[in-house]
């Protein structure tokens, strides 16, 4: 049985899937060539991430698909509930991925309160020519330790973030509409833990309190945040998006930055992907990423491993 990953998969989920038998193709078939490349290579199970829709449209031209698997969590680039009635499976991979999305969220976290977004711009033009001027200018950092997170989502992803905030020393407070609380366990390396449980509040007060907020909620029709919440924030407040285009309205983000509401935000998603507004990329006070939170090394083995067993398990 052939398995197209359309949009890659690690060489531990090629391996995995080669040793039960399955033939694993990788090419990257461009989106209006799918149906055709699926039908004429009697594909049975389709792989994709990001950038690979599978829609009505695909669902019904490829009547030999059994299987749509999603390597990461959200699945809004697929329509799974139409693609169910039509008795496919499809399948993601919901934890594999929650660590190295929370830990992007510290990077862009430890690089706007230091002022590295907009550094690493200006060293290269001026460093040699005003290293005093640029040292002065980036001389008002401040520490995440002692500060309060507001966590938007308090799924896996929204936990893990809490994981790292605890470890640091942050008052880690969440807002979610189907979590009560959370347990959440902070590991140390030597193997020893403590756990710190966390109970949910409603958005308003996240919002008033918080000094830095990180989203992690599904796709959805309307804005989480918009720009009624950006005037809810303490004034010079931060904003992280590594979960969803869409979710927040980046026209209200600018004016925030502009205003002074926002001291900077962080975007690893974006409305219009894969082309952001050109306001965004050029703005001085927004930390950028390509949608790379789960594009860590291990994350992907994780996706792979895990999309293999649950292939194995349902088409064999």
Do not use: W
Not at 72 to 99: C, F, Q, R, W
Not at 199 to 220: G, N, R, Y
């Amino acid at each position: 049985m052939k398995i197209l990953a359309n949009d890659g998969i690690s060489q531990t989920g090629i391996d995995a899937l080669t040793a039960d038998d399955f033939e694993v193709i990788t090419t990257n078939v461009a989106q209006e060539q799918l149906v055709n490349y699926i039908n004429s290579n009697e594909i049975v199970g389709l792989l994709v991430r990001s950038a690979t829709t599978a829609r009505k449209e695909l669902i019904d031209q490829c009547p030999n698909l059994k299987l749509i698997g999603r390597g990461g969590v959200g699945m809004d680039n697929i329509d799974v509930e139409y693609a169910k009635s039509k008795g496919l499976h499809v399948i993601n991979t919901p934890a594999a991925s929650s660590a190295s999305v929370a830990e992007l969220v510290f990077a862009h976290l430890y690089g706007g309160v230091r002022f590295l977004y907009d550094a690493n711009r200006s060293m290269p033009l001026e460093g040699e020519t005003n290293f005093k001027g640029l040292k002065k200018a980036y001389a008002k950092g401040v520490e995440l330790r002692g500060k309060t997170l507001g966590i938007i989502g308090f799924g896996r992803i929204g936990q893990e973030v809490a994981r790292i905030g605890l470890g640091i020393g942050m008052n880690v407070i969440a807002a979610d509409k189907f979590i009560d609380k959370a347990a959440i366990k902070v590991s140390l390396f030597s193997g020893a833990s403590v756990t710190e449980e966390i109970k949910t509040q409603d958005m308003d007060s996240l919002l008033e309190q918080a000094d830095f907020i990180s989203l992690h909620v599904p796709a959805q029709k309307d804005y989480v945040i918009d720009k009624a919440a950006f005037s809810k924030m303490k004034k010079g407040a931060a904003i992280i998006n590594a979960a969803r285009g869409g979710v927040l309205d980046e026209v209200a983000l600018v004016d925030a930055l502009d205003s002074g509401q926002l001291s900077f935000a962080g975007l690893d998603t974006f409305e219009n992907e894969p082309k952001p507004e050109i306001k965004l990329l050029m703005h001085d006070k927004i930390s950028l990423t390509p949608h790379i939170g789960a594009a860590t090394l291990e994350a992907q083995d994780r996706i792979g491993e895990e999309l293999a067993s649950q292939i194995a398990s349902l088409l064999k």
